[in-house]
C-alpha cells in the first residue's frame, strides 16, 4: 500500500499544476480524506489499494473551477498518463488507475472493484459540500454500511483534514 509519504512527490508536481487553492473544497485536505476512505474500503472490499491511493490524488488534479467542471476526471486521467514514468503500478492497474478518474463524476455503479472502490472513496466525502451520501449511489457493500456512512459523512462534514496533509502534502 502506498502511504503519504511516499505519495508526497507525485503531489508536488500536482500542485505544481492545480489551478485551486491547495486547502479548497477539492484540494489536499478532499484528497487525503479520499484517500483513508478508500484505504478503508481496499482493506475490506479486496481492491488493489495503490490504486485506490493513487486515484485520491488525480481525480481532482485538475479541475479549473470548485463547482461543476466538466470534463476534470478525463483531464486528471491525461495527468496521470503525463506522469506515467513516476507512477508505481503494473499496465493492468495504471489502465484500471485512468478508468475510475475519466468516470468518477458520471455516477456509474459498475466496474472492477478497484475502480468502484475508488468512486466510492469519493462519494463518501460528499457531504463537505452538503450533499449527503446515499446508498443507491455507492457502488460496494463495503461502502454502503451504516457505520461507514456515519463515520464518512462526520469526517467530510467537520471537513477533517488527516494529519499528514501538512506534514507531507501542503507545499513547503
Not at 1 to 21: G, N
Not at 89 to 95: K, M, Q, R, T, V
Not at 103 to 112: K, M, Q, R, S, Y
Not at 126 to 131: A, E, F, N, S, T
Request: contains cysteine; aromatic residues 8%.
Amino acid at each position: 500500500m502506498l502511504e503519504p509519504v511516499q505519495l508526497a512527490p507525485l503531489i508536488k508536481v500536482i500542485l505544481d499544476q492545480y489551478r485551486l487553492p491547495p486547502e479548497g473544497t477539492h484540494g489536499v485536505s478532499h484528497w487525503a480524506r479520499v484517500y483513508e476512505n478508500g484505504q478503508r474500503l481496499a482493506a475490506l472490499s479486496g481492491a488493489d489499494a495503490d490504486v485506490v491511493a493513487l486515484f485520491a490524488i488525480f481525480h481532482d488534479a485538475c479541475r479549473v473551477n470548485e463547482s461543476h467542471d466538466d470534463g476534470h476526471g478525463l483531464r486528471g486521467a491525461i495527468l496521470a498518463e503525463q506522469m506515467r514514468n513516476d507512477i508505481p503500478l503494473a499496465d493492468p492497474s495504471f489502465e484500471l488507475l485512468l478508468e475510475a478518474c475519466r468516470w468518477h463524476t458520471d455516477g456509474i455503479l459498475f466496474a472492477d472493484t478497484t475502480v468502484q472502490t475508488c468512486w466510492d472513496a469519493d462519494r463518501l466525502d460528499l457531504p463537505r459540500v452538503g450533499i449527503p451520501i446515499h446508498k443507491s449511489r455507492l457502488c460496494t457493500p463495503e461502502a454502503r454500511t451504516d457505520n461507514c456512512i456515519v463515520w464518512a459523512t462526520r469526517r467530510a462534514e467537520e471537513r477533517i483534514s488527516p494529519s499528514f496533509v501538512a506534514q507531507f502534502w501542503l507545499p513547503s
